[in-house]
């Protein structure tokens, strides 16, 4: 639940003070709670849309990596980074 608290507080100082819709992890109703942020909890049917739509955004990037390589000479892709914890909080 810190963990949690901390990556919210630090979104809501960030970006503003948002509704924050999560899986149904059992530490985010608490974090939010402690932290005054509205909590939303996605149904199974939106987190099977959620996690499709992540899906067709990591191949469509792939693929337009196949289409413009890096041209950098033995390149370990070390410039695309995919943020796993938004997968999980969105």
Request: net charge neutral; aromatic share 12%; hydrophobic share 30%.
């Amino acid at each position: 639940m810190l963990v949690a608290e901390r990556f919210l507080s630090g979104a809501d100082r960030d970006y503003g003070n948002h509704p924050v819709s999560t899986d149904g992890g059992t530490w985010y109703p608490m974090a939010c709670q402690f932290l005054k942020l509205d909590h939303h909890v996605h149904s199974s049917i939106e987190k099977s849309m959620i996690e499709r739509k992540m899906q067709y955004i990591r191949d469509r990037t792939e693929s337009f990596d196949d289409y413009f390589p890096c041209w950098i000479k033995n390149c370990n892709k070390s410039r695309v980074k995919l943020d796993e914890s938004v997968r999980h909080i969105s």
